[in-house]
């Protein structure tokens, strides 16, 4: 779903009615949402009324509304490419904003594509006591225990598994309780991760498991793309694509997440503000990826960093700075009205 819209039109004549060019995007779904219109120097904040559509054009009725931070309890993060650096750290910077946000009363969630293992290290100093996302949404975490997964059906990650094996991809399986590596050793890519150092076998394993993986729950594979040419990956493609119970998403180059069609940051938010009571009308998703793109459809509020992919570019209400940077201090510092009273 777009959410900012080049209106230079809207500063001119300041209607709450305006014309854009129809697309495919513009659904009825965008009543009550908000999206940005903005020119070559200014920016407005508008909520969608209602929407009449012609072939050419939609016609919005809209309200311009304000935002700052007491418009928002929940702040949701993306970490890689988004809270953490290039060097996949969190700065001492980013760390000391996160605890702003908490003096603020600020609610904290992380929601990432990593599996708990191998984010463990990097939240155990954010200042949350929610449950964590991990995988894509597919496994919750609370207290070091898994309170929700929405696993693959069975059947397909079994075949998954060995037409994967039969491709001679180089993968990963991410279980609620352990990381299973398929090693064709084509590529350098577990030797720079080095997961047993880094994880211990005791949770993980590396193998051709095709005999053994009848009982596992299947959460998420992650396959390495450079582990084969461009003819066998658009054959993986297709063979996602076909499938009614999977769907792959691009999290970060050059990797492909699989999951089942029932497990995304916006289903794992979802099912959490029931259970946590969060109010999704006062919540803020920020990401920079393919995978974040469901969490931005169910919360009020979104934002996305500058090194974003192209592909979720003009996704987002909001514009951050790089994530080398300190973005969230700097959003902070211009959303918060108390500060500047």
Request: proline share 2%.
């Amino acid at each position: 779903m777009l959410r900012r819209f080049y209106c230079p039109e809207y500063f001119i004549n300041k209607t709450n009615h305006i014309k854009l060019d129809n697309n495919p995007s513009w659904k009825n779904d965008y009543i009550n949402k908000i999206i940005v219109l903005y020119d070559d120097n200014q920016e407005a904040i508008v909520n969608v009324l209602d929407i009449q559509k012609t072939q050419s054009y939609v016609f919005l009725r809209i309200k311009e509304i304000s935002f700052d931070l007491d418009s928002v309890d929940n702040f949701v993060f993306d970490l890689d490419g988004t809270l953490l650096n290039k060097k996949s750290m969190l700065s001492n910077e980013q760390l000391q904003s996160l605890n702003t946000l908490k003096s603020l009363n600020k609610k904290i969630i992380i929601s990432t594509g990593r599996p708990w293992f191998t984010a463990e290290n990097i939240i155990k100093d954010i200042p949350t006591n929610l449950p964590i996302s991990f995988a894509n949404g597919s496994i919750i975490k609370h207290n070091n225990e898994v309170i929700k997964y929405f696993n693959i059906h069975q059947e397909t990650g079994i075949n998954l598994y060995k037409k994967l094996v039969e491709w001679e991809y180089d993968f990963l399986v991410y279980t609620p309780d352990k990381i299973y590596g398929y090693n064709t050793n084509k590529t350098d890519f577990f030797i720079n991760k080095k997961y047993p150092e880094r994880i211990g076998n005791e949770n993980y394993a590396e193998g051709n498991f095709s005999l053994e993986i009848n009982n596992w729950i299947f959460c998420k594979f992650l396959v390495i793309r450079r582990s084969n040419d461009e003819t066998k990956w658009n054959e993986l493609l297709k063979y996602i694509k076909k499938q009614s119970q999977l769907y792959g998403v691009i999290s970060e180059e050059p990797y492909l997440d699989v999951m089942g069609i029932n497990a995304s940051k916006g289903n794992s938010l979802t099912w959490l503000s029931k259970e946590y009571n969060l109010d999704l009308n006062k919540t803020i998703c920020l990401g920079d990826a393919e995978n974040d793109e469901t969490m931005f459809n169910v919360a009020k509020f979104s934002g996305l960093t500058s090194n974003c992919f192209e592909s979720v570019k003009n996704k987002a209400i909001f514009n951050l700075g790089d994530n080398d940077t300190n973005w969230l201090n700097d959003f902070i510092k211009k959303y918060n009205k108390k500060d500047q009273i």
